[in-house]
T-cell receptor, first 111, second 110 residues
């Protein structure tokens, strides 16, 4: 299994508060991704990174920002959480374009 | 943009064969992926097709026809543990991104 760790695994937060989710990899893979998964929508890409300090927006990036200061860490920040951001968040990594491996997910509830 | 369609749910009998279809419309194509996801767990990689034809891996096979925008995942000798959602995903040409379909929930019954 690819070495991907997401933290926290579960979080409950209040509307309007900032939240940061962390994805840590031990595989030295170049590409990292943040997805959210919601019933009826499947997995949707939020942001991705193709190297240190190189990031770009995905399909549903509004309300989210990311940072990648080291190869192994990719942070997802919700500047001011809203109830619509209640979701399960998955980090994924890949080195080649023929594979991608997912972390165990973070279940975020915004109340 | 990309549009990916797959059936929402399927049911099959233990020991049987099931085929899960995926059709896609993309502005470019650089590979099709299948993932398995058990409830409450992370997606796990099953297969990758970039050329037309069939790729076989044990009980699982995946087929691609680029001209038809069509793929299927074939599961043989179904087991109860195969009950899961199966996700089809496409990578566009020159893209780092995977675009996922909504997934097919497969229920295997005795």
């Amino acid at each position: 299994d690819a070495g991907i760790t997401q933290s926290p695994r579960h979080k409950v937060t209040e509307t309007g508060t900032p939240v940061t989710l962390r994805c840590h990899q031990t595989e030295n893979h170049r590409y990292m991704y943040w997805y959210r998964q919601d019933p009826g929508h499947g997995l949707r890409l939020i942001h991705y990174s193709y190297g240190v300090k190189d990031t770009d927006k995905g399909e549903v990036s509004d309300g989210y920002s990311v940072s990648r200061s080291k190869t192994e860490d990719f942070l997802l920040t919700l500047e001011s959480a809203t109830s619509s951001q209640t979701s399960v968040y998955f980090c994924a990594i890949s080195e080649s374009l023929s594979e991608a491996f997912f972390g165990q997910g973070t279940r975020l509830t915004v109340v | 943009g990309q549009n990916i369609d797959q059936p929402t749910e399927m049911t099959a009998t233990e020991g049987a064969i099931v085929q899960i279809n995926c059709t896609y419309q993309t502005s470019g194509f650089n590979g099709l992926f299948w993932y398995q996801q058990h409830a409450g767990e992370a997606p796990t990689f099953l297969s990758y097709n970039v050329l037309d034809g069939l790729e076989e891996k044990g009980r699982f096979s995946s087929f691609l026809s680029r001209s038809k925008g069509y793929s299927y995942l074939l599961l043989k000798e179904l087991q109860m543990k195969d009950s899961a959602s199966y996700l089809c995903a496409v990578r566009g040409a020159g893209s780092y991104q995977l675009t996922f379909g909504k997934g097919t929930k497969l229920s295997v019954i005795p």
